[in-house]
């Protein structure tokens, strides 16, 4: 329990930038509550006005939160969401960084995850890879993903690569704890192609063997392979739900494959697709949902220049 505390206390020190005195809120779930508690207290060693609130466990990643939370959330200098399912591409949470919080969030830690792996990773690095991404993703107007003889492309023309660094020390900056990616929303429409996937996806975890997905129109029309049926129940049927909503790398040496999209979507040497909600960071679709898939290993052009070989960053 001290390790976590002290990790924690590091976190929210070299993280967030924590001072004595500001306001703390430590939003949590049934499933994280334990953790959650750590933080908690951590602040509270670090002098802050701690506040702890739990709220019903959500049903899937990128549904809102209640009002009441929400409402905390904007009123607060530094907020941790460490819940089993994501808050990060949220209106809440966009509202809260609006106001000005800091804000972390932290779906489906677990306390392995506190003390080994992408957290550990020295995220005055991880900040400089991700900005140089991201400013790349900024300038580019077309990307290309290859892998296994599959092919995926979409439009990001006059979009805005996002940072998520680790590093959250201005008023309004917000990400994932642990971090080290930079992604963007891909134009509505655009992506086309096939693109498989052997990491990770939410709903599922670590992927025992590959799923393909089709994508015609901005849409994921089709799934196949070990579990494609069940996820793609998950993920709902509408057309905002099967919205391709990001292209991401991952920029962590330090993250490791475990079946947790935290971490996995962190890795260096992988990119990420989502589908869903993507007006949080740019996009035009709010779909209450918000689900990634990993791909490890893959070829990226941007604007025909080859960003990665094999899952080899060549910046």
């Known amino acids: 329990m001290s390790d976590i505390i002290d990790i924690s206390k590091k976190l929210l ?23 959650a508690e750590h933080l908690y207290k951590a602040g509270q060693e670090l002098g802050m006005i701690s506040m702890f609130f739990k709220i019903p466990a959500l049903s899937k990643s990128g549904e809102e939160p209640p009002e009441a939370a ?15 399912h994501s808050l990060t591409h949220t209106r809440a949470k966009k509202e809260a960084a609006a106001a000005g919080a800091r804000i972390a969030t932290m779906p489906g830690i677990t306390k392995e995850m506190f003390l080994r792996g992408a957290i550990t990773a020295d995220y005055s690095e991880v900040e400089k890879l ?10 580019g107007s077309s990307v290309v993903i290859k892998k296994d003889g599959y092919k995926l492309e979409m439009s990001i023309e006059g979009r805005k ?15 994932n704890l642990p971090s080290g990616e930079a992604y963007i929303a891909p134009v509505e429409g655009s992506a086309f192609g096939d ?8 709903g599922i975890g670590r992927l025992k063997s590959p799923i393909l997905l089709e994508i015609r129109k901005g849409l994921l029309t089709d799934a196949q392979g070990e579990g ?4 793609l129940e998950m993920l709902g049927s509408s057309n905002t739900a099967r919205n391709v909503a990001e292209f991401g790398i991952g920029t962590n040496p330090n993250a490791i494959l475990s079946g947790n999209i935290l971490e996995d979507e962190k890795i260096l040497g992988t990119i990420h697709v989502a589908f869903g909600s ?20 893959p070829t990226v052009f941007i604007d025909g220049r080859l960003i990665m070989d094999k899952g080899r960053l060549m910046v």
Not at 228 to 231: K, L, Y
């Open 161 to 175: 690569g996002i940072e998520s660094t680790g590093r959250y020390l201005e008023k309004g900056q917000s990400g």
């Open 228 to 231: 494609a049926g069940e996820w």
């Open 13 to 35: 020190l070299g993280c967030l930038g924590a001072k004595p005195g500001e306001k703390l809120l430590v939003l949590t779930d049934d499933y994280k509550e334990d953790l």
């Open 278 to 297: 993507n007006n949080t960071f740019g996009g035009k679709v709010s779909a209450g949902v918000h689900m990634d898939a990993v791909v490890l290993e």
């Open 70 to 84: 929400a409402e905390a959330m904007k009123n607060s200098d530094v907020v941790i969401c460490i819940t089993q």
């Open 195 to 202: 693109i498989l996937v052997d990491g990770s996806i939410v």
């Open 130 to 139: 991700t900005k140089e991404i991201a400013e790349i993703l900024t300038l």
